[in-house]
């Protein structure tokens, strides 16, 4: 059987590779999948903790709640995200993160 | 779930999500991070976590991957294929990703308690993982779930705002 160091190592390295997404990508788009990444990496060590934490022969229902909170909120910043994409898009006609400096300081 | 089934879910799911980082074509990374989010949700299963896992699929890889796919074809993104790494950020980053590495897997052998196995799961037969969830949900977080039915309705109503209004 699987441990929880297993799922949390799993859980770890699939973080690993959203922010390595989000270092090493130049496309705004993909940048926003891997923060994704990140956030379901995190929801994954959530259902770990709750199924190992054990409550009177059930699993901690209460982190899996959690998870589904942020699953919804993911979903909307998605929405909000990719519409201010789109806006940047308009105005400036391209989604490459170093096209877009006018914020450099 | 035996184990090897559990490490040939995690191949899945890490392989694609590298795929996610390497592919040149937003296309191809968004049909691989919906891949590795069916891996991930197959790994929710094996956690016996049945609601969050048909939750993910259907939120996830149906809702979120088709939003990411139509605004993937809606933009025209030829531009990005031509341009190549900037050395200084891939060292940059891969220093810091072998230092995270090395960090979580300390933290993960250091940790005693994460070696037990599965607890077992004394389930009542007539109340599914779904009948469990939705208790928790509807009898000790009503209004936190408010709070996120407000939150949706606020960001679809921002985000039509955003992408009907002129940017000045």
């Known amino acids: 059987m699987a441990t929880l160091n297993d799922y949390l190592l799993a859980s ?8 390595a997404g989000v270092l090493l990508r130049r496309n705004l788009i993909v940048i926003f999948m891997a923060l994704e990444l990140m956030l379901n990496a995190a929801n ?10 054990t409550q009177a022969g059930l699993p901690d229902y209460n982190a899996q709640v959690l998870v589904f909170f942020i699953i919804t909120v993911a979903a909307a910043e998605v929405a909000v995200g990719l519409a201010v994409i789109v806006a940047l898009y308009r105005a400036k006609q391209t989604t490459h ?5 006018s914020l450099k300081f | 779930m035996p ?10 799911m890490l392989a694609f999500g590298v795929m996610v980082v390497v592919f040149r074509n937003p296309v191809a990374s968004a049909l691989s991070l919906v891949v590795c989010f069916l891996g991930l949700a197959a790994l929710y299963i094996s956690l016996d976590a049945f609601f969050l896992g048909v939750i993910q699929i259907l939120v996830y890889a149906g809702a979120v991957m088709v939003l990411f796919l139509f605004i993937i074809m809606l933009l025209d993104l030829k531009g990005e294929q031509r341009r190549s790494f900037n050395l200084i950020a891939v060292f940059g980053g891969v220093v810091v990703i ?3 590495v090395k960090v979580l897997s300390d933290v993960c052998y250091g940790y005693q ?4 196995v599965f607890p077992a799961i004394t389930h009542n037969a007539e109340h599914g993982d779904t009948w469990q969830v939705g208790m928790a949900l509807f009898e ?3 209004l936190p779930l408010q709070m996120i039915g407000t939150l949706i309705v606020v960001a679809s109503v921002g985000a039509v705002l955003l992408s009907k209004r002129e940017l000045k």
Do not use: C
């Open chain 2, 3 to 12: 184990v090897a089934l559990f490490w040939t879910f995690v191949v899945i």
């Open chain 2, 98 to 100: 072998v230092l995270f």
């Open chain 2, 140 to 142: 000790q977080y009503k």
């Open chain 1, 44 to 53: 994954l060590s959530l259902v770990g903790f709750s199924r190992f934490h």
């Open chain 1, 97 to 101: 993160i170093e096209d877009l400096n």
């Open chain 1, 12 to 19: 770890g390295l699939l973080f690993t590779v959203g922010f």
């Open chain 2, 113 to 116: 308690s994460g070696n037990a």
